[in-house]
């Protein structure tokens, strides 16, 4: 997995405007991931980043760049903790939950629609996209708004900005730990 590949996929929570972002990666072994992933963790937690696998997936993994300080806090909001809660999560620790996320992943071949919550997605847009079948939505950007589109759009546009700024810094040679730093 490139440097170049990960900022390109994680800009927004690499620089702390997002919670976390997930994106898919081949590699030519088990060994290689575990050297990349263990690498990674080594150079990004003193930053508060922390990168794990989900799953594997028709020869790719599933990888998760989170900020663990924003998740336990996104996770505590009261309509994120409702729609865990129903969805069988045992909510209050994000540890724990991110372990059900893995599970309910490897188990089903669709994404489990409380994804988003681990993504940094507002609650009531997760909490529409499932009561609406991912229908009647708002507005289509990095989600389906149901709720605020002004503030959601804001949101796209600042993402944007940021992948590119950051996929141009490191075009000319600044570090995904450079770019964590100025979190």
């Not at 290689?32 to 794990?52: A, D, F, V, Y």
């Not at 989170?66 to 620790?93: F, M, T, V, W």
Request: proline share 4%.
């Amino acid at each position: 997995m490139s440097e170049e590949m990960l900022v390109r996929h994680c800009s927004p929570t690499i620089i702390g405007l997002k919670t976390g972002n997930m994106f898919s990666c081949c590699f030519e072994s088990k060994e290689q991931e575990h050297h990349t992933l263990k690498n990674l963790n080594k150079q990004l937690s003193p930053k508060g980043l922390r990168i794990i696998p989900l799953r594997q997936h028709k020869g790719s993994t599933l990888l998760y760049l989170y900020r663990p300080s924003k998740l336990q806090k996104d996770l505590r909001h009261e309509i994120a903790d409702k729609l865990l809660r129903e969805c069988g999560y045992e909510n209050g620790n994000p540890n724990r939950c991110i372990v059900q996320l893995i599970k309910r992943l490897r188990e089903s071949e669709e994404f489990p629609h409380e994804i988003g919550l681990f993504l940094g997605y507002p609650p009531e847009d997760v909490c529409g996209f499932i009561k609406n079948k991912a229908q009647c939505c708002k507005c289509v950007g990095c989600w389906k708004v149901y709720g605020d589109v002004k503030k959601a759009q804001a949101t796209f546009d600042k993402y944007k900005h940021c992948t590119e700024l950051c996929c141009s810094l490191n075009a000319k040679g600044c570090s995904v730990e450079q770019l964590a730093a100025c979190y």
